[in-house]
């Protein structure tokens, strides 16, 4: 089942200055549009300097070539976008990897683990330490950090790290949110499901038994689009969601909540 996309007419974010991680591929690419549609500046971060630049121009943003695990990378992020825009009013805090070498506790080497570890988690501690004085001192801003639905449920199938660090983020996430409500400036870890982007197109084609195995039990019967996703952010971004603080706010077509699904 596919999912059509819909006419936006939002305009909730203009003005607004939109820092993005990841903003290359997947849903942080699919984000980079919808932002840019409501009417934010979208400042585009990624490692990949090809696919980086091409999402910018195509939104009309700005590039940031930005290494998420190195904090002088990340914190001149966040100053660009400020010394260009004027403002940073909304962190998507997005960036993360999943290896194949990242599985089951009892493969998964301590390297792998450290890896995923610095790009999900300390990547995720980075940013919000950078973003966090600028939109203090505006009194305002909307963090959202790229959790999982994995940080709130268990799977036989594992990617510990991946798993761990996503916990992590939702943890974090919560504890930011509780901390600086009172300055105006909110915190949720967006946790959705699995996501038809090319970080799990390559992950599943490498194994199509798992991938059949996950995709039962989602009880829509099929993968989120990246543009499904990027609506969510979209609204915990704007004023719409003005009190949906420190929360996991999942997006994950039912899994979480689901006994069996549908025959």
């Known amino acids: 089942m596919s999912v059509e996309p819909t006419e936006i007419i939002c305009r909730r974010l203009v003005g607004r200055t ?3 991680t990841g ?8 984000t980079a549009r919808r932002l ?9 971060a990624d490692i990949d300097e090809t696919a ?3 999402a910018a121009e195509e939104v009309g943003g700005l590039f940031v070539k930005v290494d998420v695990t190195d904090k002088e990378d990340v914190d001149a992020l966040f100053k660009t976008a400020f010394d260009t825009y004027g403002s940073v009013d909304i962190a998507f805090n997005n960036a993360g990897i999943s290896p194949p070498d990242d599985d089951s506790i009892l493969t998964t080497e301590l390297d792998a683990w450290r890896r995923v570890q610095d790009v999900n988690l300390t990547s995720v501690y980075l940013c919000c330490k950078a973003a966090l004085p600028y939109m203090q001192r505006q009194g305002r801003g909307s963090i959202i950090n790229t959790a999982s639905f994995v940080a709130i449920m268990g799977a036989a199938t594992s990617q510990i790290s991946y798993t761990a660090s996503k916990g992590g983020v939702l943890a974090m996430s919560r504890e930011l949110g509780v ?7 909110r915190v949720n870890a967006l946790c959705p499901g699995p996501v ?3 970080l ?5 084609a490498k194994d199509p038994e798992r991938a059949a195995r996950r995709l039962v039990h989602i009880p829509l019967g099929r993968f989120a689009e990246p543009t ?7 609204f915990l971004a704007s004023d719409d969601s003005s009190f949906i603080n420190a929360t996991d706010f999942l997006v994950d077509g039912g899994i979480s909540g689901a006994y069996v699904t549908p025959l």
């Open 228 to 234: 499904e996703i990027a609506a969510a952010v979209a």
């Open 36 to 44: 840019a549609s409501e009417g934010a500046h979208v400042v585009c």
């Open 196 to 198: 038809n982007t090319p």
């Open 179 to 185: 901390q600086f409500a009172r300055e105006g400036i």
């Open 52 to 54: 980086g630049k091409a």
């Open 23 to 30: 903003a290359g591929s997947g849903i942080g690419l699919a």
């Open 18 to 20: 939109a820092v993005i």
């Open 200 to 204: 799990l197109q390559e992950l599943f």
